[in-house]
């Protein structure tokens, strides 16, 4: 008996699985990569949020929170414990005394520097892979309903 070949809708599931994957492994690095240098991942994160906060938006406890798709009380914990590990500081906001901009300290910069250089030389070798995934993934054209059919 021959095996049938993959419907569309199937193979489409799988270049979508493929692409999570992808994502999913080099999210997995990161999360190594920072905790190697003993820093959480969601730390390094709120780091790359702050430091590449651009010109003239503040780097309020509200961008962080809308920057990380954080609850806003998150962000506030969030930042707390990076302050308390020396990788941040609040500052109060001249516009709005209400609220307080998050700034990196020297060591956040530090940090945050040595693990953008590392995360840039891993994206160097996996990057074909997440784009190769992402290209299967997007550079066809998917017409409503097509993903009606159960994946088996």
């Known amino acids: 008996?021959?095996?049938?070949?993959p419907s569309a809708t199937s193979l489409r599931l799988q270049?979508?699985?493929?692409?999570?994957?992808?994502v999913r492994r080099f999210i997995?690095?990161?999360?190594?990569?920072?905790?190697?240098?003993?820093?959480p991942g969601q730390q390094y994160q709120m780091l790359q949020v702050v430091a590449t906060t651009p010109a003239g938006t503040r780097a309020t406890i509200s961008y962080v929170a809308?920057?990380?798709?954080?609850?806003?009380?998150?962000?506030?914990?969030?930042?707390?414990?990076?302050?308390?590990?020396?990788l941040v500081?609040?500052?109060?906001?001249?516009?709005?005394?209400?609220?307080s901009v998050v700034e990196l300290t020297d060591?956040?910069?530090?940090v945050f520097l040595h693990l953008a250089e590392i995360h840039l030389q891993e994206l160097n070798r996996v990057g074909?892979?997440?784009?190769?995934a992402l290209e299967k993934l997007i550079g066809?054209?998917?017409?409503?309903?097509?993903l009606t059919e159960v994946a088996r």
């Open 1 to 5: 008996m021959q095996e049938e070949p």
């Open 15 to 22: 270049e979508l699985a493929e692409f999570r994957f992808q």
């Open 28 to 39: 997995g690095f990161s999360e190594s990569a920072s905790e190697a240098v003993g820093v």
């Open 66 to 86: 809308e920057r990380m798709v954080l609850r806003h009380n998150s962000a506030v914990e969030l930042v707390t414990r990076a302050e308390r590990a020396g």
């Open 89 to 99: 500081k609040r500052v109060g906001d001249d516009s709005d005394h209400r609220r």
């Open 107 to 110: 060591a956040g910069r530090t």
């Open 128 to 132: 074909p892979a997440i784009t190769e």
């Open 140 to 146: 066809k054209q998917v017409e409503a309903g097509n």
